[in-house]
């Protein structure tokens, strides 16, 4: 896949939640991203996969589900607001559902 | 990504002199990218060393300073401290943070700034008038509020520092500042942070989400000095944008009713629909509808008694970053003999509303 699809989930408003009124996607192709972003993103997906991620005392913050197709499937990881890229949390578009 | 940090006039990232709010990782992954000069993937570095060491004498300050209110001599650690600072910061629709320096907020001519500075300051009495703390980490803490964040952006939020705040894209939300439940919510997860230390998953992260729209539902009960039946119990009220109240939501939670359609975010309101893993503001509303049957039980003002009850039960037994909400049903049980040992109707009151929850 050369897209990736994005979603911003949590907040204050419990974004994407099972309930939840309000949804935010967005897809972005890679190939519009920096060589930066998409080293970055990269790196999201390589640091979760090694369990990277720490606690944070970050509360209400947005998180971002991110999905991209690989040769060896569908690889979906989650990344708080403050690792993702601009491009990516700029792509998602808030909506009520 | 580059625009979260603006450069100075000289070439240095500003963050260079206001490393004390972005995350160290962020500054790591700054000092190594290749398409910034080697000049200030230098500062990166620099900051980033300087925050990891400035984090270290932060934990050091407010671990001293509770010693130290523990060790004095009553008269002296009676003394009356002075209110924390209460400094305001505009993004300029930008995520750099804390951002720009508002000069005198409490007369800023931007309605947004001043609301900020006057809320803030307020949820400072509030803490300190009704249960003497003396702001987030009773240690004087300064408040720092950061305001046009991003742009149009759908959330406030509480980065372990400092409070964010978006203006909302006037649809769905409108100026998160606009709440002030929502500024005492997110002023409470400095407290929470400070005292119970509770986590952000499971059950743990729902009693936090819990405590921050208790306190932020009292301190706007507190502000309009409402009793028990006057107030709404909703959350977020003032902070619905037109789209949404067009659609019937008119608030992002409801105390009295979490599962109510009205809510944007309807929640669970028995502990036998939780499930580990559930987002927090999910969960929050099984002790959400918990403290709203102890509070209106007990009648009168909710900071009185079922707030006194919740607030010793946050602040006085030190850190358990992962108490289960059982755990904490009776450690309100328990305070509200301790603490009304003359009033039976107390305990009955927080005891019924948990059973009521199936806690």
Same mark, same amino acid.
């Given at each position: ?41 990269? +790196? ?54 | ?10 070439? $240095? ?31 990166? =570095? ?33 003394? %009356? ?5 209460? %400094? ?8 750099? #943070? %804390? ?6 907020? +409490? ?13 803030? &300051? ?43 705040? /978006? ?37 743990? /992260? /729902? ?26 119990? #909703?959350?977020?009220?003032?902070? @619905? ?10 608030? #992002?939670?409801? @105390?009295?009713?979490? $599962? ?17 893993? @559930? ?15 102890? =509070? &209106? ?15 010793? =039960?946050?602040? +006085? ?5 992962? @108490? ?20 039976? =109707? ?12 199936? #806690?």
């Amino acid at each position: 896949m050369s897209k990736l699809h994005v979603e911003r989930i949590g907040g204050l408003a419990a974004f994407g939640t099972a309930h939840s009124r309000v949804r935010s996607h967005g897809e972005i192709e890679i190939a519009a991203l920096s060589p930066t972003d998409q080293q970055a993103v990269e +790196g999201l997906f390589q640091s979760q996969s090694k369990g990277k991620e720490k606690s944070s005392q970050a509360r209400d913050a947005f998180r971002y589900r991110i999905t991209r197709k690989t040769p060896q499937g569908v690889e979906t990881i989650e990344a708080p607001e403050e690792a993702v890229p601009e491009a990516l949390s700029q792509c998602v578009k808030d909506e009520l559902v | 990504m580059n625009n979260r940090f603006p450069m100075l006039s000289g070439g $240095a990232p500003a963050c260079a002199c206001q490393c004390f709010i972005i995350p160290t990782k962020v500054l790591k992954r700054f000092s190594r990218d290749k398409k910034l000069s080697a000049k200030v993937r230098k500062a990166f =570095a620099l900051a980033a060393r300087f925050e990891e060491h400035w984090r270290k004498v932060r934990a050091i300050k407010a671990k001293l300073a509770m010693t130290a209110q523990a060790m004095l001599p009553s008269a002296l650690a009676a003394a %009356p401290p002075g209110p924390p600072a209460v %400094p305001v910061f505009d993004c300029r629709n930008g995520t750099a #943070l %804390p951002g720009a320096s508002v000069p005198k907020p +409490g007369s800023s001519s931007d309605a947004t700034a001043k609301r900020a500075f006057v809320e803030t &300051t307020d949820v400072a009495e509030f803490y300190k008038k009704l249960f003497g703390r003396n702001s987030i980490d009773n240690a004087g803490m300064a408040m720092i509020s950061s305001i046009h964040y991003s742009v149009k952006y759908n959330n406030a939020f509480w980065n372990g520092t400092q409070m964010t705040y /978006g203006d909302g894209d006037g649809n769905i939300f409108v100026d998160f500042t606009k709440g002030n439940d929502v500024i005492g919510h997110e002023l409470t997860h400095g407290v929470t942070q400070h005292s119970l230390a509770l986590s952000y998953e499971n059950e743990a /992260g /729902g009693l936090n989400e819990s405590i921050s729209d208790v306190f932020g539902s009292m301190f706007r009960q507190w502000q309009a000095n409402e009793d028990v039946d006057k107030a709404d119990w #909703l959350i977020g009220k003032e902070i @619905m944008g037109k789209g949404a109240i067009a659609r019937g939501y008119t608030c #992002l939670r409801d @105390m009295s009713n979490p $599962a109510a359609k009205h809510c944007l975010a309807p929640q669970p309101t028995k502990f036998s629909q939780y499930k580990d893993g @559930m987002d927090p503001h999910e969960s929050s509303g099984i002790p959400n509808l918990a403290f709203y049957k102890a =509070a &209106t039980a007990i009648g009168g003002k909710s900071w009185e008694k079922a707030g006194k009850i919740w607030y010793q =039960a946050l602040t +006085g037994f030190g850190p358990s970053p992962n @108490m289960k909400m059982r755990a904490f049903a009776d450690r309100t049980r328990s305070l509200a003999g301790s603490l009304f040992p003359s009033q039976p =109707a107390v305990k009955t009151a927080v005891d019924d509303a948990w059973t009521a929850v199936g #806690l």
